[in-house]
């Protein structure tokens, strides 16, 4: 969340429809978070950024990142996938679950895949690789696209107003989790090595 208010705020427009276009073909990157922050910035005001455009830049980003995917998809098909995914987190078992689920459910499941992790990234591509027909394909990635746009859009510039405490309450989680962490990693190691000398 932080990298993406970073780069939301550094990059403004420019920055969202980037990282949703590469998170949208199958490149994990916080694409939701990205949303969310310049929903939340154009919801303080100032002039910053606005509502619209940042919905429109999300909307646009998300649909051509899936299209770009599919052709991926299409065009490679699995071979490419199955020797390329690991690279990107779709291992072979995974692929196999996700093409099981988008033949099973149909173009429906273009819109669901959008608003779940994991399937949202590789949502285009698996559709390429079971050759759904494109049109049937564009006109479910384009539903699913505005319904996914416009939710995280309306909440992150509701949140708008609140960016500056829900950016300190996350910076207060992360330097606890980092804590966790370290002294999770430190017990870990403790015990590796009583249990050595107990060997010994």
Not at 70 to 90: C, D, E, M
Not at 118 to 135: D, E, K, S
Request: proline share 4%; glycine share 12%.
């Amino acid at each position: 969340m932080l990298e993406s208010l970073g780069l939301v705020d550094r990059f403004g427009y420019t920055g969202i429809g980037a990282i949703v276009f590469i998170e949208s073909f199958g490149i994990p990157a916080p694409g939701e978070t990205a949303i969310i922050a310049g929903a939340a910035y154009a919801g303080r005001g100032g002039g910053h950024l606005n509502i619209f455009v940042v919905a429109l830049t999300a909307f646009l980003a998300a649909v051509i990142g899936d299209s770009v995917g599919y052709w991926i998809g299409r065009r490679g098909g699995r071979p490419l996938v199955t020797r390329f995914g690991r690279y990107v987190r779709l291992t072979p078992p995974r692929l196999e679950r996700v093409e099981s689920f988008m033949t099973r459910h149909g173009p429906k499941m273009v819109v669901v895949a959008r608003f779940v992790e994991g399937l949202r990234q590789f949502n285009g591509v698996i559709a390429g690789t079971t050759q759904m027909p494109f049109t049937r394909f564009l006109l479910w990635n384009v539903l699913g696209a505005a319904l996914w746009v416009g939710c995280w859009s309306t909440v992150g510039y509701f949140a708008g107003n609140h960016l500056d405490q829900i950016t300190a309450t996350i910076s207060r989680y992360l330097l606890v989790a980092v804590a966790l962490a370290v002294l999770a990693l430190i017990a870990y190691v403790w015990h590796r090595r009583r249990r050595r000398t107990a060997k010994v």
